[in-house]
């Protein structure tokens, strides 16, 4: 499963720069699409660090920061999706995916802090 996350949420992030450069090059897109590149990409980093914690506490620290960063792309996703005129298909495909990655990640910090229990 670790693995499978980890190709997941590195495909997340691949996928949103890819919508992004979809949108018409402006400043208001280009403030969204900037902000989603950055937190989608933080997603499958933040997710390969967690993978290399050094202790339970570290791992679930870091978890939370994908937590966090999964929350925040779902926010900008649903921004463009209020905005946007182009790629709503995609869109909310990509927005699904940041769910279901954020469901994903909330579970395992809760399995693990109940086996700390």
């Excluded at 997603?43 to 939370?64: Q, T």
């Amino acid at each position: 499963m670790k693995e499978i996350l980890k190709n997941r949420t590195k495909k997340f992030a691949a996928d949103c720069w890819r919508l992004c450069a979809k949108f018409p090059v402006s400043r208001e897109y280009n403030a969204y699409c900037n902000q989603l590149i950055r937190c989608s990409s933080s997603v499958g980093a933040n997710y390969r660090a967690a993978s290399r914690a050094k202790s339970d506490a570290d791992f679930i620290n870091k978890l939370k920061i994908v937590e966090e960063e999964a929350d925040e792309s779902m926010y900008f996703l649903e921004l463009l999706l209020e905005v946007g005129e182009v790629e709503f298909n995609e869109t909310e495909r990509l927005h699904k995916e940041a769910n279901e990655i954020l469901s994903i990640v909330v579970a395992s910090i809760k399995t693990m802090r109940n086996r700390k229990s």
